[in-house]
């Protein structure tokens, strides 16, 4: 996987781009998101071009959660929240990116995600019957 000019992460790691970095290393680094959801919302990033993180080797997921990790104790100790929360889609930026942020008890994030769908709209028996016959 290669970096592409045109994706924000990508310049960030190549160092084109600023970003308030808060951990290094030759893979990974973790930053400041710029709009932050609260304060101490960091972004854990691979520093080569990955969309989705199931995409990754063990062994690279492995190293990316260990820097997750990381940063969540940074966080924890630092801002001293509840809770430090991890949340990975990346739909908005085609570039894996952990979002890791402290939470309170009691707040927006609590009991996230909230089902919109109520247990007679999914067949629990047919979904699972799909998804342990997949090789894993
Ligand atoms: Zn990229």
Do not use: W
Request: hydrophobic share 45%; charged share 20%.
């Amino acid at each position: 996987m290669t970096q592409t000019d045109d994706c924000i992460l990508c310049r960030i790691a190549a160092g084109t781009l600023p970003a308030r970095k808060i951990y290094e290393d030759s893979e990974f680094l973790g930053l400041l998101d710029v709009t932050p959801c609260a304060e101490g919302h960091c972004l854990v990033v691979p520093k080569a071009h990955v969309v989705r993180f199931y995409d990754l080797d063990e062994a690279t997921l492995g190293r990316l959660f260990g820097v997750v990790r990381v940063v969540a104790q940074k966080i924890k100790q630092t801002l001293q929240p509840d809770f430090v929360c991890v949340f990975i889609r990346g739909g908005r930026i085609s570039h894996l990116h952990v979002a890791v942020f402290p939470s309170q008890q009691n707040d927006a994030l609590s009991g996230f995600p909230q089902s919109s769908l109520g247990e007679a709209a999914v067949d629990l028996d047919a979904v699972q019957a799909k998804l342990i016959l997949l090789e894993e």
